[in-house]
């Protein structure tokens, strides 16, 4: 397959809740990189978003034509109640999505009701303005289980052959209480796993197999529980992988301090 017909993949770091949006001091380096995201990309046909914000006990598709939005955060100012993104939904291109993952026997289940909450609309608020192309989400898996967020990924890679754009949306460093401890050791400590983040999905020594499995073992990596005591928001980037496994060398699209730790985000081409 001829990589360059296929749409990108991308694991964006979304900051904390509205923050981006909000023109938070601490998150302008990431700010302009999600505003800017789409120019290098070509233009989807539709988007599919992987939200760390949203898990089921099997996969769950938002199906509605007209999402609604979910402000699922809550004690920042009052205008961050009042976001509005209107990008259509397209129950066709959900249904193909459930049709991909029953191929690979995956039990799923359509969501008419699912509105989109702030791991989807704050990077496209920021990435596609607009809100005219149409938006699918699809859930995590409550189990957590990092061999069947690749195997998700893998199932609705054909999507990429449809012009549809697979975009994670979670953070690489998710650790609450770390963003705002004075102790010094926090950075060091994100650096490390970034590193072997970084080294895992980019190093031209590695195949295909040989990083889905440490990908798998991500727990044992250095300071993995530190940067993630739930993996949640690392998870959406396992679905990317699997997504992208016709172009399997990620390059690093964001590498950033975000409250005093070490984020990336990933592209796959």
Same mark, same amino acid.
């Given at each position: 397959? /001829?990589? &360059?017909?296929?749409?990108?993949? #991308? @694991?964006?770091?979304?900051?904390?809740?509205?923050?981006? $949006? $909000?023109?938070?001091?601490? *998150?302008?380096?990431?700010?302009?990189?999600? !505003? /800017? +995201?789409?120019?290098?990309?070509?233009?989807?046909?539709?988007?599919? =978003?992987?939200?760390? *914000?949203?898990?089921?006990?099997?996969?769950?598709?938002?199906?509605?034509?007209?999402?609604?939005?979910? @402000?699922?955060?809550?004690?920042?100012?009052?205008?961050?109640?009042?976001?509005?993104?209107?990008?259509?939904?397209?129950?066709?291109?959900?249904?193909?999505?459930? !049709?991909?993952?029953?191929?690979?026997?995956?039990? =799923?289940?359509?969501?008419?009701?699912?509105?989109?909450?702030?791991?989807?609309?704050?990077? +496209?608020?920021?990435?596609?303005?607009?809100?005219?192309?149409? =938006? #699918?989400?699809?859930?995590?898996? !409550?189990?957590?289980?990092?061999?069947?967020?690749?195997?998700?990924?893998?199932?609705?890679?054909?999507?990429?052959?449809?012009? #549809?754009?697979?975009?994670?949306?979670?953070?690489?460093? *998710?650790?609450?209480?770390?963003?705002?401890?004075?102790?010094?050791?926090? &950075?060091? &400590?994100?650096?490390?796993?970034?590193?072997?983040?970084?080294?895992?999905?980019?190093?031209?020594?590695?195949?295909?197999?040989?990083?889905?499995? !440490? +990908?798998?073992?991500? #727990?044992?990596?250095?300071?993995?529980? @530190?940067?993630?005591?739930?993996?949640? *928001? $690392? +998870?959406?980037?396992?679905?990317?992988?699997?997504?992208?496994?016709?172009?399997?060398?990620?390059?690093?699209?964001?590498?950033?301090?975000?409250?005093?730790?070490? =984020?990336?985000?990933?592209?796959?081409?």
């Amino acid at each position: 397959m /001829n990589s &360059k017909s296929l749409m990108p993949v #991308v @694991f964006v770091p979304h900051g904390g809740g509205p923050m981006p $949006l $909000l023109d938070d001091a601490s *998150h302008r380096e990431l700010t302009a990189f999600m !505003q /800017n +995201l789409a120019q290098g990309l070509p233009t989807p046909s539709a988007i599919l =978003v992987i939200s760390a *914000h949203w898990e089921e006990t099997r996969a769950h598709i938002s199906s509605g034509a007209q999402p609604a939005m979910m @402000f699922d955060y809550y004690g920042f100012p009052p205008e961050s109640y009042e976001f509005r993104y209107p990008a259509p939904g397209n129950p066709a291109l959900a249904e193909t999505v459930a !049709q991909l993952l029953r191929a690979k026997n995956i039990p =799923v289940e359509l969501d008419g009701q699912r509105g989109y909450d702030h791991g989807t609309f704050v990077p +496209l608020l920021l990435s596609y303005p607009s809100a005219d192309i149409p =938006v #699918v989400q699809l859930s995590l898996l !409550q189990s957590l289980d990092p061999a069947a967020h690749i195997a998700l990924g893998e199932a609705i890679a054909p999507l990429r052959e449809q012009g #549809v754009l697979i975009l994670g949306s979670g953070m690489s460093f *998710h650790n609450m209480r770390a963003f705002f401890s004075p102790s010094p050791s926090v &950075k060091a &400590k994100s650096d490390s796993f970034d590193q072997w983040l970084n080294d895992t999905l980019i190093s031209g020594s590695l195949d295909y197999a040989q990083r889905a499995a !440490q +990908l798998i073992d991500w #727990v044992n990596a250095p300071e993995a529980r @530190f940067c993630h005591p739930r993996e949640e *928001h $690392l +998870l959406p980037l396992h679905v990317c992988f699997g997504a992208a496994k016709a172009s399997p060398v990620a390059q690093r699209n964001f590498g950033g301090y975000l409250l005093g730790t070490k =984020v990336s985000g990933f592209l796959w081409q």
